[in-house]
């Protein structure tokens, strides 16, 4: 794994979290709330290829 994925996913984590509180604490709860949906399949969307390696490394260890 990538040192430079986790500090991606890291990043889009506080820019996330800072874009919540702000909406939330201006009272728009719904936009704070579609903004860290966003956020979580942004993260997935990159995660996507490591978790089809993981799966291709647990195939080969058991011989699948």
Do not use: N, W
């Given at each position: 794994?990538?040192?430079?994925?986790?500090?991606?996913?890291?990043?889009?984590?506080?820019?996330?979290?800072?874009?919540?509180?702000?909406?939330a604490?201006?009272?728009r709860d719904?936009?704070?709330?579609?903004?860290?949906?966003?956020?979580?399949?942004?993260?997935?969307?990159?995660?996507?290829?490591?978790?089809?390696?993981?799966?291709?490394?647990?195939?080969?260890?058991?011989?699948?």
């Amino acid at each position: 794994m990538d040192v430079g994925l986790v500090l991606r996913v890291a990043g889009v984590g506080m820019l996330v979290s800072v874009a919540c509180q702000i909406l939330a604490k201006s009272g728009r709860d719904e936009q704070a709330m579609l903004v860290s949906l966003a956020g979580i399949v942004l993260v997935l969307l990159m995660l996507v290829e490591e978790i089809g390696r993981l799966f291709d490394t647990i195939r080969g260890v058991f011989g699948v």
